[in-house]
């Protein structure tokens, strides 16, 4: 395998994935079914379902606003990705773009946040898990929830990338016809007043009442992009599907377009929906707001059908944290940046070690919900925000990037290009950059800046000891007008690096 010594492989890689066992491969077994769920169902997750409260408790009917501008940039995260994605389709993903177009030590910085961002991101996913259950079993330990949902997470990844997309095609399925039949719901409730509402209960004049449609100014909006932003979280993992696609040049563009539509539909509309059947000043965060739309046509089981809603979406996206963890470091152990224990996969093609690391890793959320019960989740899903921008912001810098090499060289960029090519990318690494600035502001998430600053100061530590100065193979480019997918599934680690060390 590349990486693993012999000069010969450098000097002819294509060879080297010729004759590599199939074991070392990832299969490309999702079908354009499966990632078309997985794109419509990764951005409905924790931070829709259990923190949408926090932020409209901090902007009021205004987050509305600050859902469409966060989401806006996000399209444009997205674009840039699926245009490197679809030039260069690969399991490494962005890791390995930001290796390729700004240098070694970003690909390494990008990579590892992006593991750790999977990795608490999952923690927080695991310990809503814990709650949700803790609704029906109120008896029964926490722990004990987030014990079985990690060891059942754990058998599903460890089986082929077919299964995990057949889960995660089913988990989307339930969360769309759900977030639907809200929004369908909460209509209902508004035009023809279902539920029997008192005066003034239900209708548009709540998103204008209650001291205004902005009541803690334009403040109050800024410092919710801190939460905002966190349920946005998760969408990025439709580059990493790239890799194991059937058909990655048409289906990523396809999944990729569709974010403008989830975000208006799942937030947008559907918090609107909410805040036009509640006043805002009485979502408290001690119920979630969707089980009012339940109630308010009269289910008398709503919290019962809202829990299992949540429990689904929880476990889609602990399934997806792990898939996407896992797949990033097999690409980075492939460039030479992680461990190379972590490139062997079974014969289904799952990189099985990197799948046990992070449930491994995830065991440690079993130990943090019996110390910190009470004050993981918030935490948790600050680092999770610093991290996703980090991210976002490495992604955007290797357009950039990839977009001038190109310009440089001559070349064509790929069919599918990001919009408002160059001004609106350079409004959207701005953004990034205050979002990161607005964690450090608000008191309640300023730890987890601190926490992230020492993170990149560690991985800093770590690059100059243990990577640093090491001969690593570079991803290959494939040219623009080719069918855009590698040789037997792979491309990783088929050229030398030696220019960006």
């Known amino acids: 395998m590349v990486c693993q010594g012999p000069s010969a492989s450098v000097r002819n890689p294509r060879s080297v994935v010729r004759t590599s066992q199939p074991a070392q491969s990832l299969k490309r077994g999702l079908s354009t079914r499966h990632i078309r769920f997985i794109a419509l169902g990764s ?21 509305l606003l600050a859902y469409i501008v966060g989401g806006a940039v996000v399209f444009m995260v997205m674009r840039a990705l699926g245009e490197m994605a679809v030039r260069n389709p690969i399991a490494g993903s962005f890791g390995s773009y930001a290796t390729r177009y700004v240098g070694r030590f970003a690909g390494f910085v990008t990579g590892w946040t992006y593991t750790f961002e999977m990795f608490v991101v999952a923690l927080a996913d695991v310990t809503a898990f814990g709650v949700y259950m803790g609704f029906w079993f109120p008896n029964v330990e ?8 990690v060891f059942f997470i754990a058998a599903v990844n460890l089986l082929s990338v077919k299964v995990f997309g057949e889960l995660e095609f089913w988990f989307s399925l339930i969360k769309v016809v759900a977030i639907i039949a809200m929004i369908a719901g909460g209509i209902a409730v508004i035009v023809f007043g279902l539920g029997n509402q008192s005066e003034g209960a239900a209708g548009i004049s709540n998103l204008f009442s209650h001291d205004g449609f902005m009541p803690h100014g334009v403040m109050g909006v800024l410092m919710c992009f801190t939460i905002v932003m966190f349920a946005f979280g998760g969408t990025e993992v439709i580059g990493i599907t790239a890799g ?9 563009p396809e999944a990729i377009n569709s974010v403008p539509v989830r975000i208006l539909l799942f937030y947008v509309l559907t918090l609107g929906v909410i805040m036009s059947i509640q006043p ?14 339940f109630s308010s046509i009269g289910l008398s089981s709503a919290a019962h059908v809202l829990n299992f809603i949540v429990i689904t979406a929880a476990l889609s996206a602990i399934n997806a944290d792990i898939f996407g963890a896992g797949r990033m470091i097999h690409g980075m152990a492939r460039q030479g940046q992680a461990p190379m224990v972590f490139t062997k996969t079974t014969a289904n093609g799952v990189p099985w070690v990197t799948s046990l690391s992070m449930i491994v890793a995830l065991l440690i959320g ?43 060289k001559g070349l064509a960029s790929a069919g599918f290009q990001i919009p408002f090519w160059p001004l609106g990318s350079y409004i959207a690494v701005a953004f990034m950059v205050f979002v990161i600035v607005m964690i450090g502001v608000v008191p309640d998430t300023r730890s987890a800046l601190v926490t992230g600053a020492i993170w990149v100061a560690a991985l800093g530590a770590c690059y100059w000891f243990f990577v640093r100065g090491k001969r690593v193979p570079e991803i290959d480019e494939f040219d623009a007008d080719s069918d855009g997918v590698p040789e037997h599934g792979d491309s990783v680690g088929q050229q030398a690096d030696g220019q960006r060390s």
């Open 43 to 63: 951005a409905i997750g924790t931070g829709l379902f259990y923190g949408s409260a926090g932020a409209i408790q901090m902007a009021g009917p205004a987050v």
């Open 142 to 149: 926490r722990w004990i929830w987030i014990l079985a949902v």
């Open 244 to 252: 194991e696609a059937k058909n990655p040049r048409k289906v990523i």
């Open 280 to 293: 805002w000043n009485t979502i408290n965060g001690e119920e979630s707001p969707f089980v009012s739309i």
């Open 366 to 408: 079993v130990v943090l919900n019996i110390w910190f019960e009470d004050q993981i989740f918030f935490l948790i899903a600050a680092l999770a925000t610093f991290a996703t921008v980090v991210v976002w912001l490495m992604i955007l810098l290797s357009h950039i990037g990839m977009k001038r090499e190109l310009a440089r």
